[in-house]
Structures are given as C-alpha cells and as structure tokens.
C-alpha cells in the first residue's frame, strides 16, 4: 500500500513538473548570435541577421510545424518547416544536448525558394528551453562559406 502512494505521488509529481508543447506554439523571433570573426561559429548569415519563426506548432499534426523568415538577409521568405517524417521512428528523434533546460529538441527540414540559398536543403535545429526560448541552429550545406554553405545559432524569444 505504501509503495503503491509512493508511485501515485511520484507520477503526480512528474506530470505537474512536465512543459506541454503547446505553451512554446506562436510566434517567435531573434538576432543571429556572433560575429563575422573566423573562430566564430556563425558562417554565411551576416551579423544582425533576423530570424522569425511565424505560427510555430512543434506538436505532430498535418500543418506545417512552422515558417521562417530572415530580416537582414534574404535566406528565407515565409519558407515552411517540414517534418522528416522518418525521424518519429528514430533514435535520432531524441537528440539532446549538454546542459540545463531543454524540454525537448526538433530537426526540421527546410527549402527556400528566393534568396541566396534557393533551392539548397536547410536542417533547422530547434530546442525548446524552459525558459521560455528557443535555441535554433540553421545549417545549410556543409556550413562552409567557401561553398556556400551557411551556420547560424539564434536565441528566439515571443
């Protein structure tokens, strides 16, 4: 009897503790992190490039998880995030990183079709934070300015 009160109150405790997706639904938008220093990681998105994901829903649906937009630099113009479908099948689908924080990570696949990266595939890394942000890493290519790849991190927040 104890241990079967002693497992209700620790389901109790884990679900009151839980983050529900929908809290991170909306809009979200930041400046890219860095400068154009040759250690620094970001590469291709010049510095104060704007980042907006517009009608973000991580939450498994048939809609689009979400568009972005660039301000700043014309990488994207309201271009879709697409789910990789395979992924919801995969290990791969519970990536984490180090450190505090993270309620739960995304990888999304993205096309641009105007701007300097038209037509390239773009991964978009997106980790919600329980801080009320989201870290997003864009990486299109190799991530190598010499090919025209690009890198960018963004701290987004409402």
Same mark, same amino acid.
């Given at each position: 009897m104890v241990a079967r009160a002693a497992l209700v109150l620790l389901v109790s405790l884990a679900l009151w503790g839980c983050?529900?997706?929908?809290?991170?639904?909306?809009?979200? #938008? +930041?400046?890219?992190?860095?400068?154009? *220093?040759?250690?620094?990681?970001?590469r291709g998105f010049p510095e104060g490039t704007e980042l907006e994901i517009r009608d973000f829903a991580p939450h498994p649906d048939d809609s689009p998880p979400g568009f972005l937009?660039? #301000? +700043?630099?014309?990488?994207?113009?309201? *271009?879709?995030l697409e789910r990789i479908s395979p992924l919801e099948n995969d290990l791969l689908s519970q990536y984490d990183f180090p450190g505090q924080g993270r309620v739960r990570n995304y990888i999304f696949a993205t096309r641009p079709t105007t701007g300097p990266v038209a037509g390239r595939d773009a991964m978009v890394f997106i980790s919600l934070i329980d801080d009320d942000t989201l870290?997003?890493?864009?990486?299109?290519?190799?991530?190598d300015e010499a090919t025209g790849g690009h890198f960018g991190l963004w701290y987004l927040r409402r």
């Open positions: 983050n529900d997706l929908r809290d991170y639904d909306g809009r979200w #938008q +930041g400046t890219v992190v860095g400068d154009s *220093t040759l250690d620094f990681i970001l937009t660039t #301000q +700043g630099y014309d990488a994207f113009a309201d *271009t879709p870290e997003t890493r864009v990486i299109v290519g190799s991530g």
